[in-house]
């Protein structure tokens, strides 16, 4: 195997292994820890509860 030959294989190894080693597509609303997320009622006024579509 000549060097041009072993250069070509690494890269396409190298290439092969950053592919499988990408980013992950996962939203935000896919997360395994609950608290990535705010609860329903947090950011809204103490006591006055949720708007009922009025």
């Keep these: 195997m000549t060097a041009f030959q072993k ?3 690494f890269a396409c190894l190298l290439g092969f292994g950053a592919l499988l080693a990408g980013c992950s ?3 935000p ?3 395994s820890i ?3 997320q ?3 009622w947090e ?3 103490p ?3 949720a708007p009922s579509g009025r």
């Design 7 to 9: 250069t070509v294989l």
């Design 34 to 36: 609950p608290w990535s």
């Design 38 to 40: 705010p609860a329903g």
């Design 43 to 45: 950011g809204q006024i």
């Design 47 to 49: 006591g006055m509860g």
């Design 25 to 27: 597509t996962r939203g």
């Design 29 to 31: 609303k896919q997360s």
